[in-house]
């Protein structure tokens, strides 16, 4: 299904092939290409250049010369031009949607929904361009005047990751480019043709040269020189906790400000007043969005004893019910994996978890197809112990297991080194407010499996992450605070 995609896509001025800095298309200097496979069928779909250190050198000097004239245009003229961004995306939502699907996996309808969303930020931060407010301050001294005002940080760099190629960019590049900033963003090397469609709309829309580039190529290059080159001044990162602690100690070398949006490792607590049917549908809604990969996704459920079977017996209905295929497919409703890792640490997973003693109930196995695609998965049984429970799985399983009271529950969500996103189901007002303050995490589902939303701050606690995306605090990400005191 997929290769008569390939064809038609291939075709689109939107799909490009080489890498954008300072508003030229450019190939690696010596002519390195890397190959960009398609989940679905594990076929190289085309070539992007392979950049290093020497080309994100000249694309961080180039945002700099262009940055000087963009901080200096109003808010109000770069928040007219991130809107045309935006409308461009939505123009072109079923090009982007396809190119993501193309090279990420995810359903169509899926992909689409990805699009709107990247397009939110841009949209936001269009509109929070204007709102960078300084403020003043009673002196001391009654001769003086103290006055706060916030100008842009400076030239950023951007390394994002493949599971939502486009909304990772958008969420940086949309508060970077309203503040006043240019950006340079290194796309996954999986996912770069979303991120080249993106420069491309950024360019029709008016983004001058330099204020925003895509280098695609070696990560340990280009995160090298982004961190090596004092005139950055912002790293913002979004991918696993082990590539963001070693970017936080690159970034120490000229105590560069950093944003780290990383892995999470979510609980889902069902307590016995839930609504149960509510339970579920969040509980699907939650797990099974990109077929599991994403940093919110649940990755622990917690059921208490008394509802367990109950709540179990609707969610295998759910599950064993799910369409997985090709993400052109417009019955799938979960799709391939990105890519054999992907597929090894999932059955890994599932493989520590049975031998352990839990129960596979539904799934637990490649799909008959093989290669990238895994049958959706529940797992009963589960024990905290488990690796299933212990690391980010990034992939279509449910693990199941259960509390007593709900200090407990409590007591298990926080039992791990991460803190980005947690759910729990509740009717009782009371229990709602003592959980939601009591889980550690940055962003807390009530009664709710999506939470995903460009006016909200999504970002994560300990070993999660530093600093907030989206929402009013996106844009403080890209602010200097500046103290003017007048004698
Ligand atoms: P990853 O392996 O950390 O890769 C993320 C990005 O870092 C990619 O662009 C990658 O480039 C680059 N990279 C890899 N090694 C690097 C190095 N040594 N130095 C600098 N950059 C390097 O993560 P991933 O597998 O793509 O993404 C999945 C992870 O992202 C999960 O843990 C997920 O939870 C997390 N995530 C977090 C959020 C959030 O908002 N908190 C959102 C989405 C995903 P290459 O592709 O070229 O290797």
């Known amino acids: 299904m997929s290769a008569e995609w390939v064809t038609r896509i291939r075709s689109n001025p939107l799909f490009r092939e080489r890498a954008f800095v300072d508003g030229d298309w450019i190939d690696?200097?010596?002519?390195?290409t890397q190959p960009i496979d398609n989940p679905a069928s594990r076929e190289t779909i085309g070539q992007v250049p392979r950049l290093g250190a020497a080309e994100t050198r000249r694309a961080v000097e180039a945002a700099d010369r262009a940055m000087k004239a963009w901080r200096r245009q109003t808010a109000e003229a770069r928040g007219v031009i991130l809107y045309r961004?935006?409308?461009?995306?939505?123009?072109?939502?079923?090009?982007?949607?396809?190119?993501?699907?193309?090279?990420?996996?995810?359903?169509?309808?899926?992909?689409?929904?990805?699009?709107?969303?990247?397009?939110?930020?841009?949209?936001?931060?269009?509109?929070?361009?204007?709102r960078a407010y300084g403020r003043t301050i009673p002196p001391a001294n009654p001769d003086q005047h103290i006055v706060v005002i916030r100008q842009p940080i400076g030239v950023c760099a951007a390394i994002t990751p493949w599971n939502f190629p486009s909304s990772m960019i958008t969420r940086k590049a949309g508060a970077a480019l309203a503040a006043?900033?240019?950006?340079?963003?290194?796309?996954?090397?999986?996912?770069?043709?979303?991120?080249?469609?993106?420069?491309?709309?950024?360019?029709?829309?008016?983004?001058?040269?330099?204020?925003?580039?895509?280098v695609t190529g070696?990560?340990?290059?280009?995160?090298?020189?982004?961190?090596?080159?004092?005139?950055?001044?912002?790293?913002?990162?979004?991918g696993s906790t082990e590539v963001g602690s070693e970017l936080m100690r690159q970034a120490a070398t000229h105590v560069q400000k950093i944003s780290l949006e990383l892995g999470g490792n979510a609980p889902f607590v069902v307590f016995d007043d839930a609504d149960l049917d509510a339970a579920v549908d969040g509980?699907?809604?939650?797990?099974?969005?990109?077929?599991?990969?994403?940093?919110?996704?649940?990755?622990?459920?917690?059921?208490?004893?008394?509802?367990?079977?109950?709540?179990?017996?609707?969610?295998?209905?759910?599950?064993?019910n799910l369409r997985l295929g090709d993400g052109f497919d417009p019955s799938s409703e979960i799709a391939p994996l990105i890519n054999q890792e992907a597929v090894d640490k999932v059955l890994s997973h599932v493989a520590d978890a049975t031998a352990g003693g839990a129960e596979v109930v539904a799934g637990g196995e490649l799909d008959a197809r093989g290669g990238n695609y895994v049958l959706p998965t529940l797992l009963t049984g589960v024990r905290q112990s488990m690796q299933v429970m212990q690391e980010e799985t990034f992939g279509p399983v449910v693990a199941v297991s259960t509390f007593a009271t709900e200090e407990e529950a409590i007591d298990l969500a926080n039992d791990t080194p991460f803190g980005l996103a947690a759910y729990f189901y509740s009717e009782n007002v009371r229990r709602v407010w003592r959980v939601a303050e009591a889980i550690e995490a940055g962003m807390i589902g009530i009664n709710a499996g999506l939470i995903s939303n460009a006016a909200a701050p999504f970002g994560g606690v300990k070993s999660s992450g530093l600093g907030r995306e989206g929402a009013m605090e996106g844009l403080d990400e890209y602010l200097e605070t500046k103290y003017l005191l007048m004698g």
């Open 283 to 320: 509980a699907i809604a939650a797990k099974f969005r990109n077929t599991g990969q994403t940093c919110v996704c649940v990755n622990r459920f917690y059921v208490q004893d008394s509802v367990h079977d109950a709540f179990v017996g609707k969610l295998k209905e759910r599950i064993e």
């Open 180 to 214: 006043g900033c240019s950006m340079v963003v290194k796309p996954a090397s999986a996912t770069p043709y979303s991120a080249l469609a993106l420069a491309e709309l950024a360019s029709r829309a008016g983004v001058p040269a330099g204020v925003f580039s895509v």
């Open 218 to 238: 070696s990560a340990r290059e280009i995160a090298g020189e982004m961190t090596a080159n004092p005139l950055v001044r912002k790293v913002s990162f979004t």
């Open 85 to 130: 961004w935006y409308e461009l995306m939505l123009e072109h939502e079923d090009t982007l949607a396809a190119i993501m699907t193309l090279e990420q996996g995810k359903p169509l309808a899926e992909a689409a929904g990805e699009i709107r969303y990247a397009a939110s930020f841009l949209k936001w931060f269009a509109e929070e361009a204007r």
């Open 28 to 32: 690696a200097d010596g002519g390195e």
